[in-house]
């Protein structure tokens, strides 16, 4: 008899430990088995299994009955040791129950729920009968079969012959996973050489002692030719590499340099099916493939000898997951990097504040590239939209902008155009009683979308027919402000009727592949402007762009948010980038009503420095990140006596903890959930956590209802 110890699939805290089954036989750790939970079948993770003499003793010195495991899914393992370390590590440091991180860490077919999702499967054939008695044909079909040969490149022999072996046993049929063929040859030949201060960088990071470097290098600098040569180099020494990119817009570009390096080469994001994710996560841990291109999910890939983890444009928001466990990549890829006696480069070309600050004191290695590879930095203008104004012109294309676009079309040469709002107009008013039309499940305006003719929430998706009236005064009088990456797309197509002009927003890349498509088609000129969020900000290399516009380039300022200038810097020196990456120099226009803004001075001058200096000294004073860790709880409930009754209970202990804490703040209702945001600050990390984790064990203890959810360092406070 044994008794085993497993996780239950329920990603609350209430359950966040082991319960323990009894089998008749040993159940190897780290398999999914059908257990009654809660007078219900449900699915769990086996971690420990013993064996005992007798039940009925073993229950009487616990003090409870054991139920008995139903079945066993798995056959083998679906973790390995040290992916179920870092779930439990996982778990400690972001405050989230275990299984929510182990969930995080697996494609769709091994995650632990109470659906389980079973793999794509093919059917091959085994031959059994070799001395049936053959037709001349038949005996032509059965020796051009081949045992393992799949069933349905048999069948194009002859479908009707295939058939009638099956049913006399002259084959037998199996099934198995699907599977990929891989490519043993690892690396082609065809590198660039690196530059003096490339090669340079290269040597140092390959030599330095630290675990971490930082490569702050501008845009346009060559940075991914370093990647891709430190990638050559631990490939050689039979290590693993893992570049992380922060969009699916970069994957396919940066897919396809390191393509053109290495012949074996897989990509993981979200667009992939699950099928697909599950496919290329077993290449991974069968260790078929060394080299993985992905977003930030890729870092749980199973890894069996992980050497290099490069982070591209490390800053980047994209690297921190919003839901439970709200992990950053950069702390994963560090513990993986220690695990695996690995190294991880972060790069960027307007590093983090947290980074840039460690490198400076000498934590991580700090190394450079201050000149782009064709040594010609982009020519920047700030127009100041306060005067367009006034001169009755366009705020939306400025006359200086409008000339620059010309100029540019008229040499046959690209534009990029970036506005970081999606839509047509993001508000819409009564123009008498001066309602906004807001969303019935949150507590967000609704933003018009001319192409669907609907409104439409973009906090919870929902969508909405234009009404006739003012909900409340029945006016008719309902006016839309301001403008979003549709109505630009208009105004552009008006002002350029000639010109082919496309949109590259969340909206028209939903469906899978889209992106590359859009990418695809301005690669090969096929489009002359291209008008985009932040998504076309960051990483995108195309020689015939020579003009970048930014408009509402000052609008992520008016933010209430302690992240708001990194941000908006972050947004617009990237965007600045895009330009002039070739031979000819490159413009940019950015639009402003605040054009002095010290956001604004840095971009220009293309001064991180400057910036830096002032920022970190705001937050100093009011002991923001990286001057200090902040804990984010947030409780939310549909009902909010729940929320009453769990704000009095958490805020009162939060006052007894022996940390900053800040007062509740009521956060804007989200799919009729009402939320209080309380806030923690503590210069040590541990502490803080170790804390927290005791004042959650003792919320769980008293029962509340409001549910809870925790973030570590959070990027933005609403």
Request: aromatic share 10%; with cysteine.
């Amino acid at each position: 008899m044994f008794v085993v110890e497993v996780y239950v699939t329920n990603s609350s805290l209430y359950t966040n430990q082991l319960f323990s089954y009894y089998s008749d036989f040993y159940v190897e750790p780290f398999k999914r088995v059908d257990v009654i939970f809660n007078n219900a079948k449900n699915t769990a993770l086996t971690v420990n299994c013993f064996e005992i003499e007798d039940l009925l003793s073993f229950e009487e010195e616990k003090g409870f009955k054991l139920n008995k495991i139903i079945d066993v899914y798995d056959e083998l393992p679906i973790i390995s040791k040290e992916q179920f370390e870092l779930a439990k590590w996982l778990s400690k440091v972001t405050v989230s129950p275990f299984v929510s991180c182990l969930n995080t860490m697996l494609p769709k077919a091994l995650k632990t729920s109470k659906n389980i999702i079973k793999p794509k499967m093919e059917d091959y054939l085994l031959k059994i009968k070799d001395d049936y008695p053959f037709t001349k044909r038949q005996k032509e079909v059965y020796d051009s079969l081949t045992d393992n040969m799949l069933i349905r490149d048999a069948r194009l022999l002859s479908s009707s012959i295939i058939k009638k072996f099956i049913d006399e046993g002259v084959i037998e049929v199996k099934s198995r996973e699907c599977t990929y063929s891989s490519n043993n040859q690892l690396i082609n030949d065809n590198f660039k050489e690196l530059t003096s201060d490339q090669y340079d960088v290269y040597q140092k990071i390959l030599n330095t002692d630290k675990i971490v470097s930082l490569l702050f290098g501008v845009t346009g600098s060559g940075k991914t030719e370093v990647y891709l040569h430190l990638a050559r180099e631990y490939l050689k020494e039979g290590k693993e590499v893992l570049i992380l990119v922060p969009e699916i817009s970069l994957t396919p570009q940066m897919i396809n340099r390191v393509k053109e390096r290495f012949n074996d080469v897989i990509f993981y994001h979200s667009e992939l099916s699950d099928q697909e994710r599950y496919e290329q996560y077993k290449r991974v841990i069968n260790g078929e493939v060394k080299i993985v291109v992905g977003t930030r999910s890729s870092i749980f890939l199973p890894f069996n000898n992980l050497g290099l983890i490069i982070i591209d444009e490390e800053h980047d928001s994209s690297y921190k997951q919003d839901n439970t466990p709200t992990y950053l990549a950069k702390n994963v890829a560090i513990k993986r990097a220690l695990t695996f006696n690995g190294k991880v480069l972060l790069a960027s070309a307007t590093p983090s504040l947290d980074s840039y600050t460690r490198a400076i004191k000498g934590e991580y290695e700090l190394l450079r590239l201050n000149q782009r590879i064709n040594n010609t930095p982009p020519q920047i203008e700030i127009v100041d939209l306060t005067k367009e104004v006034k001169n009755k012109s366009s705020y939306i294309i400025s006359r200086k902008l409008k000339e620059e676009i010309a100029n540019t079309l008229e040499r046959k040469k690209q534009v990029i155009i970036l506005l970081n709002r999606r839509g047509y107009s993001p508000v819409i008013k009564c123009g008498d009683c001066g309602t906004t039309l807001m969303c019935t499940d949150c507590d967000m305006p609704l933003n018009y979308h001319k192409n669907i003719n609907l409104l439409k929430c973009h906090q919870c998706g929902k969508t909405y027919s234009i009404p006739r009236y003012c909900p409340k005064c029945n006016s008719k009088e309902l006016l839309y402000y301001g403008f979003g990456t549709l109505k630009v797309e208009e105004e552009l197509k008006h002002l350029f009727p000639n010109a082919s002009i496309d949109r590259m927003d969340r909206d028209n890349v939903s469906k899978k592949g889209a992106h590359e498509k859009i990418l695809k088609r301005f690669e090969n000129k096929e489009i002359d402007i291209l008008i985009g969020t932040q998504m076309i900000a960051k990483g995108l290399d195309y020689p015939d762009v020579t003009l970048v516009g930014i408009l509402n380039a000052d609008a992520g300022l008016a933010h209430q948010d302690y992240n708001a200038a990194k941000t908006t810097l972050d947004l617009l020196m990237q965007a600045s980038g895009r330009s002039g990456r070739a031979n000819e120099k490159g413009n940019v226009i950015i639009q402003a009503f605040n054009p002095d803004h010290y956001v604004l001075k840095a971009v220009y001058n293309q001064d991180f420095d400057y910036f830096y200096k002032i920022e970190m000294n705001y937050r100093s004073k009011t002991m923001y990140p990286p001057y200090s860790h902040l804990m984010e709880i947030t409780i939310m409930d549909t009902n909010m006596d729940h929320i009453k009754n769990s704000l009095d209970f958490l805020e009162k202990r939060v006052k007894e903890l022996p940390f900053k804490s800040y007062r509740p703040v009521e956060l804007p209702r989200i799919k009729n959930n009402y939320r209080y945001r309380i806030l923690i600050a503590n210069k040590d990390m541990k502490s803080l956590i170790d804390e927290v984790w005791k004042l959650l064990d003792e919320y769980l203890r008293s029962r509340k209802l409001a549910k809870i959810k925790v973030d570590i360092d959070p990027l933005y406070l609403e």
